[in-house]
């Protein structure tokens, strides 16, 4: 009898964690990232964030949307920050300053999502990946620059599925946001083109 009442509790349990791990979710990332400390370059750049890029809501799966628009914005403006003296924030080129030097346009590519149910694994994962267009201020291109970033929860019980998907989420954008510092200086092109402009106020 009492073997019984225990597999009888043991179903109620999987059948609730099922539950937790399904049903739909609507995310939406309204995480404040700190300004970044470092030294910045002596360049004047504009960032263009058209609508799509700051209203993006990512559909990785049917029943699952992630709204990421504004929080990327203020990611990317953060690091942005971080890289160049000067940067200037648009919605179109035609509002860009006159002394502007570089132009970067990002785009994102896709948002993808593990969650425990796919993989049996007790974490949630979110894969951003962005694509950066550099160009100079006359339109033309330097670099079509590829930024993947990967974020995942510690473990899979953060109170919601909600929750969870948030969290991976959030660590993606910072992770975003540490590539860019990292590496935008070491992309061949952006030196190459760092150093053309060293020539050209010889």
């Known amino acids: 009898m009492q073997l019984a009442r225990i597999k009888i509790a043991l179903i109620l349990i999987a059948a609730i964690l099922v539950t937790a791990c399904g049903g739909s979710a609507q995310v939406i990332i309204v995480q404040q990232f700190p300004e970044v400390v470092s030294e910045p370059r002596d360049i004047r750049a504009a960032i263009v964030f058209d609508e799509t890029f700051s209203t993006y809501v990512a559909k990785p799966a049917k029943d699952i ?22 940067v200037q924030t648009v919605t179109s080129r035609d509002q860009l300053n006159p002394d502007t030097e570089l132009v970067i346009i990002p785009s994102v590519l896709q948002v993808q999502l593990s969650t425990p149910s796919d993989y049996y694994l007790n974490v949630y994962e979110v894969w951003i990946k962005y694509n950066l267009d550099l160009e100079t201020a006359e339109g033309e291109p330097i670099d079509s620059w590829f930024m993947p970033a990967y974020g995942k929860t510690p473990g899979s019980m953060l109170g919601s599925r909600s929750n969870a998907i948030e969290e991976a989420t959030i660590v993606a954008l910072r992770d975003a946001g540490a590539k860019l510092l990292l590496d935008f200086y070491r992309i061949p092109s952006v030196y190459g083109w760092m150093d053309q402009q060293k020539k050209l106020e010889q």
């Open 65 to 86: 949307t992630i709204d990421i628009g504004s929080a990327q914005v203020a990611l990317l403006t953060n690091a942005f920050r971080g890289l160049f003296q000067q």
